[in-house]
Nanobody
Framework: VQLQASGGGLVEAGGSLRLSCAASGRTFSNYRMGWFRQAPGKGREFVAG????????EYADSVKGRFTISRDNAKNTLYLQMNSLKIDDTAVYSC?????????????????WGQGTLVTVSS
């Protein structure tokens, strides 16, 4: 399984970005997926998760109402639409495939990770 995240970049506060995560293999639609982020000098934190069908989503309180996670199983692609970006959103964003059976916001529930894409929000 390979996960390739893209779409990061430099954006002004209040702006928007859309991240994508392309997955290899034919089992993408069988698994829950998630986005995590790691800010400079901090640990990795959960951002958003989505069920295998896309019908159920979860968000960290810090991004709720601003970010939207979605997926296109026909294209083996996961998305994260980020609106109203804040300076505190600056981080490396990584997509991951959930392999465990526990809570989707737990990092240790995810067994496959992409390499991450950097999002920098400026003032």
């Amino acid at each position: 399984v390979q996960l390739q995240a893209s779409g990061g970049g430099l954006v002004e506060a209040g702006g928007s970005l859309r991240l994508s995560c392309a997955a290899s293999g034919r089992t993408f639609s069988n698994y829950r997926m998630g986005w995590f982020r790691q800010a400079p000098g901090k640990g990795r934190e959960f951002v958003a998760g989505i069920s295998s069908s896309g019908g159920s989503t979860e968000y960290a309180d810090s991004v709720k109402g601003r970010f939207t996670i979605s997926r296109d199983n026909a294209k083996n692609t996961l998305y994260l639409q980020m609106n109203s970006l804040k300076i505190d959103d600056t981080a490396v964003y990584s997509c991951a495939r959930k392999t465990g059976y526990g809570n989707p916001w737990r990092e240790d529930e995810y067994g496959y990770w992409g390499q991450g894409t950097l999002v920098t929000v400026s003032s």
